[in-house]
């Protein structure tokens, strides 16, 4: 194994099911002898734009959400928070596997806008998270690609057993639809990294990833 670890990022609808394979990886490769690491973005509770970013969903922010790049921002500067962290991560890690990171804001935003992976939105995110808050590039993008009727219900089902709320991008059923279209153009594209396109509503089997995952 290299002493530089794989930067591994698992992207996907909400209710896709990202912190399910998220455990289920880390698990295999804990089995597998890789040192692993994760975290998760909006880092909810850690990071002082990610709370502002919670708050501007559930509308306690005013008309912040009606902007689509006011809220990137957000999202970007949380990034840019952990980054330092992400390196010193890479550096004692074989492994550090992340739910969410700028692909989702590429996504997202695009959806907003009506927009393809190819527009404009998209290329702005590349220049705001990559070239100026200069983030660590991904090795490795998984797309846990589900229909959004069933990352809907599980969405719903986690939002009961946790006794939150759902936020105004997780009930807007167009936005998810949009949402998901652009996250395959970005994985057919190979946007910032390889894409590797994952089937969530099979039988969850990892070791077919583990390879990918550890080597270079």
Not at 88 to 117: E, F, M, P, T
Not at 124 to 149: G, N, T
Not at 195 to 208: I, K, N
Request: aromatic share 6%; hydrophobic share 45%; proline share 3%.
């Amino acid at each position: 194994m290299s002493a530089v670890g794989k930067l591994v990022v698992i992207e996907g609808l909400d209710g896709a099911g990202k912190r399910t394979l998220t455990k289920a990886l880390t698990d295999a490769l804990a089995a597998r002898g890789a040192r692993v690491t994760t975290g998760a973005f909006p880092r909810y509770g850690e990071d002082v734009h990610a709370d502002l970013v919670d708050d501007a969903l559930h509308g306690r922010l005013g008309d912040l959400t009606d902007s689509v790049h006011g809220m990137s921002v957000l999202y970007a500067l949380d990034r840019r928070g952990a980054a330092d962290r992400i390196r010193a991560d890479l550096d004692s890690y074989d492994v550090v596997l992340l739910d969410r990171y700028i692909a989702s804001n590429a996504a997202y935003g695009a959806a907003r806008l009506r927009q393809r992976a190819d527009g404009g939105f998209v290329e702005w995110v590349r220049a705001l998270e990559v070239d100026r808050f200069r983030l660590p590039l991904p090795d490795l993008q998984l797309l846990l690609r589900v229909p959004v009727e069933v990352a809907a219900d599980r969405a719903a089902h986690r939002e009961a057993t946790e006794d939150r709320d759902r936020d105004v991008y997780e009930s807007d059923g167009g936005l998810q639809q949009r949402c998901g279209a652009v996250y395959d153009e970005l994985a057919a594209a190979g946007w910032l990294s390889p894409w590797e396109v994952v089937d969530g509503t099979a039988d969850l089997r990892v070791e077919p990833l583990l390879e990918r995952l550890l080597t270079r």
